[in-house]
């Protein structure tokens, strides 16, 4: 849920302006009563209301607790910029319904594995961000039904990790250059990956003791290990993605009834592409013994999709 003020912002004057529906609480610039730091504007706010951050005295160097839902704005994603000075969470969101665009958000903490956004609740969305130089760029632990929208995941150590959460949705964003995962998904159900474009980190996706999860229409391109690995994951849907020179494109170990269904495979093909994968099992003897193992996307796309 999404409250957006019934008038646009003044950018040349910066004043603070009524709107008819709640209120709109001011940060910077140089209007009456504006705030000088986004967690006092947000103290100060109640359910529904906006924060409209200008980026005057960016960076901001917060680190931010939402506990109320409402919208919390940028003016221009790439010169409003929150900064967490290298320590925890740069944005922990903790109360349900609450809406974070525009911003450049970055340098949680590394010790503490912070991460730029933090979900603690549902129902948020996290749109039209660039997120850089974080532990982790989006962090959703336990929570569900969150949308992760056109965001720029960036030069993080994990780009997106969610864990124990469901119904979520990542659409449409650039997640590139992070040194570990893209997306990292473990104990996962329901949830869908959908329009990215995913490239040049260690590994694309990872999908762990997950299920039912869909991804679809991604362009998954020059990961250094593999485009998506599935590891104890059952019936999840890969559909119409590109897969472009990655290391290895694809590869699951102990991970039954995922459907592979028009994917394109690096170039044409005319018969099935398998995909190679495996089972293991612990002995007594061995810490596993290793069975190879294959899936099939029996139609392949014959060109790339436009995505």
């Given at each position: 849920m999404s409250i957006t003020p019934s008038v646009a912002i003044d950018n040349v004057k910066k004043t603070s302006i009524p709107i008819s529906t709640g209120k709109t609480l001011y940060v910077g610039g140089s209007g009456p009563g504006n705030y000088t730091t986004i967690q006092d504007a947000i103290d100060n706010a109640s359910d529904w209301d906006t924060?409209?951050?200008?980026?005057?005295?960016s960076p901001y160097y917060e680190n931010i607790i939402v506990d109320k839902s409402i919208n919390?704005?940028?003016?221009?994603?790439?010169?409003?910029?929150?900064?967490?000075?290298?320590?925890?969470?740069?944005?922990?969101?903790?109360?349900?319904?609450?809406?974070?665009?525009?911003?450049?958000?970055?340098?949680?903490?590394?010790?503490?594995?912070?991460?730029g956004v933090s979900i603690n609740s549902n129902y948020?969305?996290?749109?039209?961000?660039?997120?850089?130089?974080?532990?982790?760029?989006?962090?959703?632990?336990?929570?569900?039904?969150?949308?992760?929208?056109?965001?720029?995941?960036?030069?993080?150590?994990?780009?997106?990790i969610s864990n124990?959460?469901?119904?979520?949705?990542?659409?449409?964003?650039?997640?590139?250059?992070?040194?570990?995962?893209?997306?990292?998904?473990?104990?996962?159900?329901?949830?869908?990956?959908?329009?990215?474009?995913?490239?040049?980190?260690?590994?694309g996706i990872c999908i762990g003791y997950s299920k039912f999860?869909?991804?679809?229409?991604?362009?998954?391109?020059?990961?250094?290990?593999?485009?998506?690995?599935?590891?104890?994951?059952?019936?999840?849907?890969?559909?119409?993605?590109?897969f472009l020179n990655n290391d290895v494109d694809a590869f699951f170990w102990n991970s039954f009834r995922n459907r592979w269904i028009q994917n394109y495979w690096n170039k044409p093909l005319r018969l099935p592409k398998y995909i190679f994968g495996g089972m293991g099992v612990s002995t007594n003897y061995s810490p596993y013994i290793f069975f190879p193992w294959f899936q099939f996307d029996w139609f392949p796309a014959s060109e790339p999709y436009d995505i």
């Open positions: 924060v409209f951050v200008f980026d005057d005295s919390l704005i940028g003016e221009d994603r790439n010169s409003t910029v929150i900064d967490g000075n290298d320590t925890g969470d740069v944005v922990k969101i903790i109360n349900n319904w609450v809406t974070v665009r525009d911003f450049t958000i970055e340098n949680s903490g590394y010790e503490d594995f912070g991460a948020n969305t996290i749109k039209g961000n660039i997120l850089n130089n974080n532990c982790i760029g989006v962090y959703i632990s336990v929570y569900n039904s969150n949308f992760i929208i056109a965001n720029n995941i960036s030069n993080n150590i994990h780009g997106i124990y959460s469901n119904f979520n949705i990542i659409v449409s964003n650039t997640i590139n250059s992070n040194t570990f995962f893209g997306i990292e998904l473990e104990f996962c159900n329901h949830n869908t990956i959908k329009g990215n474009n995913i490239s040049n980190n260690l590994d999860n869909i991804i679809k229409s991604n362009n998954i391109n020059f990961n250094k290990e593999w485009g998506i690995f599935f590891g104890l994951s059952f019936f999840n849907i890969i559909i119409k993605n590109n």
